[in-house]
């Protein structure tokens, strides 16, 4: 079974940076991708991005890109989601989830990180 563990969370000023770590155990060599969700209260779980274990290929939600970046490091299985010009609606927990296959499912979920970011 794969076991995620998120990290790096904090508090940030507006227009700051934080780096998260997502560690995965228990991955089996052949899974497809990594993503990372948010979760802000009061509203939906949202899409944020996600990379492929194979290739490195990545894919962002419009409202991150070109502001975060998500990178992999196969021989640690960690994936990480490096967050720039962090603004207020940013904030939320992070979650980090993996997806077996091209046409799966995100079926296991980390417990996830608080990000706060303060105007």
């Known amino acids: 079974q794969v076991q995620l563990v998120e990290s790096g969370g904090g508090l940030v000023q507006a227009g700051g940076s934080l780096r998260l770590s997502c560690a995965a155990s228990g991955r089996t060599f052949s899974s497809y991708a990594m993503g990372w969700f948010r979760q802000a209260p009061g509203k939906e779980r949202e899409f944020v991005g996600r990379?492929?274990?194979?290739?490195?290929?990545?894919y962002y939600a419009d409202s991150v890109k070109g502001r975060f970046t998500i990178s992999r490091d196969n021989a640690k299985n960690t994936v990480y989601l490096q967050m720039n010009r962090l603004k207020p609606e940013d904030t939320a927990v992070y979650y980090c989830?993996?997806?077996?296959?091209?046409?799966?499912?995100?079926?296991?979920w980390g417990q996830g990180t608080q990000v706060t970011v303060s105007s």
């Open positions: 989830a993996d997806r077996a296959t091209f046409f799966g499912e995100y079926s296991y």
């Open positions: 990379i492929t274990w194979s290739g490195g290929n990545t």
